[in-house]
Nanobody
């Protein structure tokens, strides 16, 4: 049973920073690509960032490029999202996602396992 537990969300002022963490359990973490998605109020869930299973590639939504950084620590079975220069449009529930199948570099067609989400609210 794959479990993903996010933490690190909260209230931050515009221009500030937050670091989200996602702890994974239930399988060999290092074999799987990881990603972050978000859902803003009244909007569909959208892709934010992705890191390939081996860390060789990272991908970002245009809206967060240059401001967000995804990273992983296989020794801690964790993936992180460092967010800086936050603005009100970044307000959303952020979800950690783990590939269902191993060894993927690009977005997996087989889908993801999901965490429960963590709220990020940016005040202007």
């Amino acid at each position: 049973q794959v479990q993903l537990v996010e933490s690190g969300g909260g209230l931050v002022q515009a221009g500030g920073s937050l670091r989200l963490s996602c702890a994974a359990s239930g399988r060999t973490f290092s074999a799987y690509g990881m990603a972050w998605f978000r859902r803003a109020p009244g909007k569909e869930r959208e892709f934010v960032a992705r890191m390939a299973w081996n860390g060789s590639r990272t991908y970002y939504a245009d809206s967060v490029k240059g401001r967000f950084t995804i990273s992983r620590d296989n020794a801690k079975n964790s993936v992180y999202l460092q967010m800086s220069n936050l603005n009100s449009e970044d307000t959303a529930v952020y979800y950690c996602a783990a590939d269902r199948v191993p060894w993927k570099v690009i977005d997996p067609t087989e889908g993801y396992y999901w965490g429960q989400g963590t709220q990020v609210t940016v005040s202007s």
